[in-house]
């Protein structure tokens, strides 16, 4: 069976919740899906009953420090199990732009000794554009996003039942995709803030979705469940309000998640 678990929902300016990152779940098999911006990544695969040795797979969408930075306490961690003499190895799957940041950062912030520890074990996979990977029992197809700003990868899979999981990471989906996700089964997107709270939040003046934005959106490509994740913070009752202004312009299924919530595909 398929799932996700949704570690964190938030953009990278929260304080209330952790940024986006999820493990998308095969049997026991399982891939980590960007890494939020602090040490909190390694607590809550705890509280969801995963250790660090449990982890051998990540994918790294792109190098700003929401989705990064986490990477880097975990590799610290590791260092230490390493010296203690853990053997398993971790992938890193991600772009050149990542790949050089994950080098460059880990040289400057990591201490010799641990970065020696590591060598061994730690496998970087730089992907290309509309590359296909099996990780963790999944078909990846990995594709660049064409983002204004940072180089951004998303990707898409089909699950065990025969559905498609789409993957856009955290910016408008550019039109030249339509094609390749129209009538997806899942399509997990980001919704910035409310439309009615744009005057506040100016989701648009940023280049972001707001929910009613996004699922217009995506309403007009036919997608049957929409994951909306990387919100602002401020409502408690961010589900209902989120999935309310949606129902108003998408007619199929929306999925709000909170943070550390499971979703069975």
């Known amino acids: 069976m398929n799932k996700i678990i949704m570690l964190g929902t938030g953009h ?6 952790y940024n986006t990152c999820f493990l998308l779940i095969n049997g026991n098999k399982h891939l980590l899906v960007d890494t939020g ?3 909190e990544i390694i607590k809550r695969l705890r509280l969801k009953g995963y250790n660090l040795s449990d982890i051998h797979d990540v994918f790294i969408s792109h190098c700003h ?20 003499g853990y053997t398993g190895d971790f992938n890193i799957y991600c772009n050149k732009e990542v790949a050089n940041a994950i080098k460059e950062l880990a040289t400057l912030v990591i201490q010799t000794s641990f970065i020696e520890a590591l060598k061994p074990h730690i496998r970087i996979h730089i992907l290309e554009n509309n590359e296909k990977v099996n990780i963790a029992g999944f078909d990846i197809h990995f ?4 983002s204004s700003d940072k180089t951004i990868y998303g990707f898409d899979t089909t699950l065990d039942n025969g559905k498609k999981l789409v993957f856009l990471g ?11 996700i129209k009538h997806s089964d899942y399509v997990m997107l980001e ?10 939040f100016k989701a648009y003046e940023k280049g972001k979705y707001t929910v009613k934005s996004v699922c217009q959106e995506m309403n007009n490509l036919d997608i049957k ?7 602002e913070d401020t409502h408690v009752n961010k589900k209902e309000l989120y999935t309310k202004e949606g129902k108003m312009y998408f007619v199929n299924n929306i999925i709000v998640p909170n943070d550390m919530e499971e979703i069975d595909l």
């Open 12 to 17: 990278g300016g929260v304080t209330d919740l």
């Open 37 to 39: 911006g602090g040490i």
């Open 65 to 84: 420090t929401d989705h990064l930075f986490g990477l880097i306490w975990i590799l610290k961690k590791l260092s230490i199990m390493y010296q203690n």
């Open 143 to 146: 594709f660049d996003l064409y």
């Open 170 to 180: 955290d910016i408008p989906c550019n039109a030249t995709l339509y094609n390749k």
């Open 191 to 200: 919704a910035y803030c409310l439309d009615s709270e744009n005057y506040k």
């Open 225 to 231: 469940n929409l994951i909306l994740y990387h919100t």
